[in-house]
């Protein structure tokens, strides 16, 4: 029997990676002078994103590594932007770098000229910890999961969730939901590719509602970041026994935080499901402290490309990673 409703906490995964964090950068101090550093490039005065910008910087800090922020206002051309990021890319002080998204309209999505693209492309692949440029993208459409540089932080979190919670992919019908950059795009590559052999398939704005709820009700994971009012997972589109996996976050009309399934009711129908608050959050921020350490890592020539998934923690130390 399946037992419906159990609860994916984030915290214990959030803590095993920090605690690998901690070690690595002890050792990083300890042996090779080097404290790892993050620069946030934030455009604008968007609230949510300063509020997530100083969850990362505090959790640098936190975690005993070194984190600066670039503000720049929201009528900064992408041109102007792209130089600062690459002047960052260049600086060898810097180890990893974060373009807080999403960027005014102006960048992400002109009629002409350079927009975001341009902006993380200028990031150099070692540094690039939210895995978005063109130098660490094409490893993971690839499926070549041992030249990875960087996973984007969400799909490392779910990554990490599933492998500590021991949610089997191969041969499973994955559906996502959303089509951002950072999340549900690397997440489809991810489930579908060679690293989790599962059938994926990516549900998204444009999809006709029958479909939805067809693909949504033969789903086995359920991997959801839409974040819209107007976007709700219920119980009935959901196959008894699946795994509910909800990236989104929103903050509702109530004041309060909310994901895309309706949660009360989908725990009674899913066999695993993540809350929100407390759910893939903790372990997005959490995994991208991985990756700022993986970035320094490489920087110092200390690292080879490639993750290890078996487990819910990063792979060994520092020493362990000179394969
Ligand atoms: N905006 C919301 N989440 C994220 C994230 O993980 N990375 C970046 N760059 N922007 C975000």
């Known amino acids: 029997m399946v037992l419906m409703g159990r609860i994916m906490h984030g915290k214990p995964v959030a803590e095993t990676i920090e605690q690998w964090v901690r070690g690595e950068v002890d050792h990083l101090r ?3 002078g080097l404290v790892p550093r993050l620069d946030v490039a934030l455009v604008g005065r968007s609230a949510a994103s300063q509020r997530y910008v100083a969850k990362k910087i505090e959790s640098c800090h936190r975690l005993g590594m ?13 041109a102007e932007l792209r130089d600062q990021v690459q002047r960052l890319s260049d600086d060898p002080a810097v180890h990893a770098i974060l373009v807080q998204l999403p960027l005014p309209r102006h960048i992400e999505d002109p009629p002409h000229g350079l927009n975001k693209f341009d902006v993380f492309d200028a990031i150099r692949g070692e540094k690039d910890v939210d895995g978005i440029s063109r130098f660490t993208v094409p490893e993971l459409y690839r499926a070549q999961a041992d030249a990875l540089l960087h996973l984007p932080a969400t ?32 997440i489809h590559h991810m489930l579908g590719g060679r690293m989790c052999n599962a059938t994926a398939i990516w549900l998204h704005r444009y ?40 990236v989104a976050t929103r903050v509702g009309a109530d004041g309060k935080l909310h994901g895309d399934a309706d949660f009360e009711r989908v725990k009674e129908v899913a066999s695993l ?13 959490a995994a991208l402290m991985e990756n ?6 490489f920087c110092a020539g200390l690292r080879k490309p490639g993750y290890d ?5 990063p792979a060994g130390t520092e020493a362990a990673s000179l394969r």
């Not at 070194?66 to 992408?78: E, G, K, N, R, V």
């Not at 700022?292 to 890592?297: G, K, N, T, Y």
């Not at 998934?309 to 923690?313: H, K, M, P, W």
């Open 207 to 246: 999809t006709r509602k029958p479909d939805h709820d067809a693909f949504m009700r033969a789903a086995d994971i359920i991997v959801t970041s839409v974040g819209s009012e107007h976007y709700s997972i219920t119980a009935e589109m959901v196959k008894p026994g699946a795994v509910v996996i909800d």
């Open 66 to 78: 070194s984190a600066h922020l670039h503000t720049f206002d929201d009528d900064i051309s992408a």
């Open 309 to 313: 998934f078996n487990t819910g923690v």
């Open 273 to 285: 499901i993540t809350p929100v608050p407390k759910g893939v959050g903790p372990v997005t921020v």
């Open 30 to 32: 300890a042996a090779h």
């Open 155 to 186: 799909a490392l979190a779910v990554r990490r969730m599933m492998a500590f919670y021991g949610v089997e992919t191969e041969g499973r019908v994955a559906v996502i939901v959303g089509r951002n950059d950072i999340t549900a795009k690397p």
């Open 292 to 297: 700022v350490v993986r970035a320094a890592q």
